[in-house]
């Protein structure tokens, strides 16, 4: 029996990368930072909030994000975005299972809430943009950021695809319920990756031809 999955969207940070709270402290520790200094600024501080927020939907700059949650922390904000993100790396476990689904004839793509991409483009620096994916989805891009509805519906259009014949997966789990009204099969990634490549070979290649499954390492 044919997969009945013909489309794969990843989330960038936390998903295809190691986790975004493992960088964040060990950003912390090489700046120097009281512990939960750089999530505060983020997460709580009204300036951060809103820099980030209008960041990811093209409003403000890399630049502009730089210099305010710089000051926030009262750091050197040049070059602030590489430097937070100097401990984010692939996850191989997840990078693998979306090349095997991708060999197997799954449209993949990637859906981020975007870190900005000048003058540090973290998606190229990682290996992770255009080159490996059928489709990118950058919420600057598009002016709309998960989890609105939209985004989604880019996605899909981006893919050719309906939402019942894809699977999208985020750390994220206020990002799923849109994706899930939309008819996508969604994944919340936590804390294992090898659990959530496992679930990505399930569903993307046990149900394809034995032949054809067979072929592909894993």
Known sequence: MPAPYSGLILDFGGVLTTRMRLNGEAFERSEGL?????????????????????????QATQEDWNRVIGGILGIDPTDLMRRALANLHPEPRIVAAARRARAAGVKLAMLSNSFGVEPYNPYEKLGLYQDFFDVVVLSEEEGIRKPATAIYERALEKLGLPGPECVFVDDHAHNLPPAEALGIRTIHHTTDPGA???????????????GEVNALPR
């Open 196 to 210: 959530t490549a496992d679930l990505l070979d399930d569903l993307l290649l046990d149900a394809r031809p034995p």
């Open 34 to 58: 009281t512990s939960g200094a750089y999530f505060h600024a983020l997460n709580d501080h009204p300036e951060g909030v809103a820099v980030y927020a209008a960041l990811e939907v093209g």
